[in-house]
């Protein structure tokens, strides 16, 4: 069955039938949402664990806080 065979259907519902039809859908959509947010791999904050630390290796701390008190003048 296609879609314009279902909206046919759905235009000999009345009022008050295409309503508890609107209620319905959406209550089926919000259920298929839920299962795409619960098949979601969870995220942690803890992944990000040492990402970057790198990008400081061989810079000293103290030098580099100095270098950005300098700019401030």
Do not use: H
């Not at 791999?41 to 992944?47: G, I, N």
């Amino acid at each position: 069955m296609s879609i314009s065979e279902v909206l046919l259907q759905v235009k000999a519902l009345n009022p008050n039938e295409r309503k508890e039809l609107l209620n319905l859908l959406q209550e089926l959509v919000e259920l298929d949402l839920a299962e795409v947010d619960e098949q979601k791999p969870k995220r942690s904050l803890f992944e990000l664990v040492g990402m970057g630390k790198g990008i400081w290796q061989g810079v000293d701390a103290q030098d580099y806080v100095n270098q950005l008190r300098d700019e401030w003048d």
